[in-house]
């Protein structure tokens, strides 16, 4: 699911080859900009306006910025990359490929964006995020990133000491549901067809879990505009003042079919990402990716530092190729003279 944010100014996108393009600006694209523009690289964010954590009032766990809206926390990011003469364009990315190499033998990649603008770039960030596939129950969405919640660490302060439902979407929501136990004492499981065995059922009458393997046909919304509760399929209505989800995950990966990027499944249809190694490398040369792209569960805090981390991985490179197109300047001159 991906909510809009509102709309800022966006910088003109610039006419000459840039060292580097980031895709993405939530936590983990701009924080490679950062570094990036820091080390005097010029480089521009492709920002769609999208981040995954745009419904929620708050953002968590992240030291010196816990509770801070995460509308501020990318405003203050745009901010801090501008001020180092990086760039930050508002657009959605139609098309990007591997494009001719410059006459020194240097990658150059193509990004092409809906309103068919174009730029030229060294290297390429990729730092899109992923979506979070709800599961199929009417009234959830709405709530979404409110009285529905889905990470522990990001929103279950919040919900401590509540009567808490867990929504079952696999096998991974019985995990789930031990970490909100441990925020509340009021926790019913509604298992919505999963399997659960003996052995999980008893685990969950130790911890004081109880398990509802009705159905669920609905979210039924509060007075308040919070959750009241769910409809089961047998018509009883169950109180409950906030749901937790497992979601599946799945990285964003629109628009970017041309770099041809390895994709790979997690286990327990957990979600789909990009496929990286060390600093977010790729199997493709001049591409990295960073954040929920590659990290599903990563938070604000690993995503930015896996952005930074990207963003100096790319320009230790560039300065090898700097200085490779320089030595063989250097050396073609001295052989003409």
């Known amino acids: 699911m991906s909510v809009q944010t509102s709309a800022y100014v966006s910088d003109a996108l610039p006419g000459e080859t840039m060292d580097a393009v980031v895709i993405g600006g939530g936590a983990a694209g701009l924080n490679g900009a950062l570094m990036l523009a820091r080390s005097r690289r010029s480089v521009v964010v492709i920002d769609s306006?999208?981040?995954?954590?745009?419904?929620?009032?708050?953002?968590?766990?992240?030291?010196?910025?816990?509770?801070?809206?995460?509308t501020e926390i990318l405003e203050r990011g745009r901010e801090q990359v501008?001020?180092?003469?990086?760039?930050?364009?508002?657009?959605?990315?139609?098309?990007?490929k591997p494009a001719v190499p410059s006459a020194d033998g240097d990658l150059r990649f193509t990004i092409t964006l809906a309103d068919g603008r174009t730029i030229t770039a060294r290297r390429v960030l990729v730092a899109t995020g992923l979506?979070?596939?709800?599961?199929?129950?009417?009234?959830?969405?709405?709530?979404w990133g409110h009285s529905v919640v889905h990470c522990p660490y990001c929103h279950g302060w919040e919900v401590r000491d509540e009567p808490l439902g867990v929504l079952a979407t696999g096998p991974a929501s019985i995990h789930h549901a031990l970490l909100f136990r441990q925020l509340t004492d009021d926790l019913v499981y509604f298992s919505r067809g999963t399997a659960l065995d003996e052995n999980t059922r008893a685990r969950f009458a130790a911890r004081g879990i109880r398990i509802v393997d009705?159905?669920?046909?609905?979210?039924?919304?509060?007075?308040?505009?919070?959750?009241?509760g769910v409809r089961l399929a047998d018509g009883a209505f169950?109180?409950?003042?906030?749901?937790?989800?497992?979601?599946?995950?799945?990285?964003?990966?629109?628009?970017?079919?041309g770099l041809k990027l390895p994709l790979e499944d997690l286990p327990d249809g957990m979600g789909r990402r990009f496929?990286?190694?060390?600093?977010?490398?790729?199997?493709?040369?001049?591409?990295?990716?960073?954040?929920?792209?590659?990290?599903?569960?990563?938070?604000?805090?690993?995503?930015?530092?896996?952005?930074?981390?990207?963003?100096?991985?790319?320009?230790?490179?560039?300065?090898?190729?700097?200085?490779?197109?320089?030595?063989?300047?250097?050396?073609?001159?001295?052989?003409?003279?």
């Open 49 to 70: 306006g999208m981040p995954r954590n745009a419904p929620a009032k708050a953002m968590h766990g992240f030291i010196v910025l816990d509770s801070m809206p995460p």
């Open 82 to 96: 501008r001020q180092y003469g990086g760039r930050v364009v508002v657009g959605e990315v139609a098309s990007a």
């Open 131 to 143: 979506r979070d596939v709800l599961p199929d129950v009417p009234g959830i969405a709405e709530h």
């Open 214 to 228: 009705i159905p669920v046909e609905e979210v039924v919304k509060a007075d308040d505009g919070g959750v009241a």
């Open 238 to 257: 169950m109180a409950r003042r906030f749901l937790a989800v497992a979601t599946q995950m799945r990285a964003r990966t629109e628009g970017l079919d």
């Open 275 to 337: 496929a990286s190694g060390m600093a977010g490398t790729t199997e493709v040369p001049g591409v990295w990716v960073a954040g929920n792209a590659t990290d599903l569960t990563a938070q604000v805090g690993a995503s930015a530092a896996a952005g930074a981390l990207a963003g100096s991985h790319i320009n230790a490179l560039l300065a090898t190729a700097d200085t490779d197109a320089a030595l063989a300047a250097a050396q073609s001159g001295t052989a003409t003279a």
